[in-house]
């Protein structure tokens, strides 16, 4: 399968702790998105790379959390000091260059975190 | 700035019946728009896109839409509604310069037997 996958799945951790999510794009996918989609919400972004280089962040993303793209290749989305607001569905998608209004984005199965 | 906004939160039908999901922008400019479908347990998938070409749209399923600038409406349709339709219906529009998504709130279509 090529598609996006995201790991872990699932994420119960305590307030506090810090987690890590990954993300791996379609391999010839420039841009990886980053989204976060709370119970009954539609997704709201919070990153985006091009490459290695992040080149958006929303006003969502505390300091608290830090993504990367090294070598431009797979994600990690972090999240230090966890809350219990930060309980969400962290979901990524990758899509190409090419157009970035009208490109298709596919979407990973998401990582369900549940902070208690 | 863009922004999408889904007018019904819930559509119930029954099998066989059209479908009707309700969705308006607001863009600066000339809007990509997508429909994306969420079903449960799985992740969000593109119905279909619209990106200046044709203003009537087909995507996959059977759904189609149409983009109506003077109303600015993206409305989604289907004729016959199927019990595998049932999911969660997303109206997006992208930013044309970072191609990040703004999602609407979402259309839960129940569909009863």
């Not at chain 1, 794009?25 to 919070?46: A, D, K, V």
Request: charged share 20%; net charge positive; proline share 5%.
């Amino acid at each position: 399968d090529t598609g996006v996958s995201q790991d872990p799945r699932h994420k119960i951790t305590k307030r506090g702790q810090n987690v890590t999510f990954r993300c791996d794009p379609i391999s010839e996918h420039n841009r990886l998105y980053w989204y976060r989609q709370t119970l009954g919400q539609g997704p709201e972004f919070l990153t985006y790379f091009q490459n290695e280089a992040q080149l958006e962040k929303s006003r969502l993303l505390s300091d608290r959390f830090s993504a990367e793209r090294p070598k431009g290749s797979f994600s990690t989305l972090e999240i230090q000091r966890t809350e219990q607001g930060d309980s969400a569905m962290y979901l990524c998608a990758s899509s190409r260059i090419r157009d970035p209004a009208s490109n298709e984005q596919f979407f990973g199965p998401g990582t369900r975190l549940t902070v208690l | 700035a863009q922004s999408v906004t889904q007018l019904d939160s819930h559509v119930s039908v029954s099998e066989g019946t059209p479908v009707l999901l309700r969705c308006n922008y607001s863009s600066s400019y000339s809007p990509s728009l997508f429909w994306y479908v969420q079903h449960p347990n799985k992740g969000l998938q593109l119905l279909l896109k619209y990106t200046s070409a044709a203003t009537l749209v087909k995507g996959i399923n059977g759904f189609e839409a149409e983009f109506k600038k003077s109303e600015t409406s993206f409305h989604l349709t289907k004729p016959s509604a199927h019990m595998s339709d049932a999911a969660e219906y997303f109206c997006v529009v992208s930013d044309p310069n970072t191609g990040k998504l703004i999602f609407g709130q979402g259309t839960t279509l129940q569909v009863k037997p």
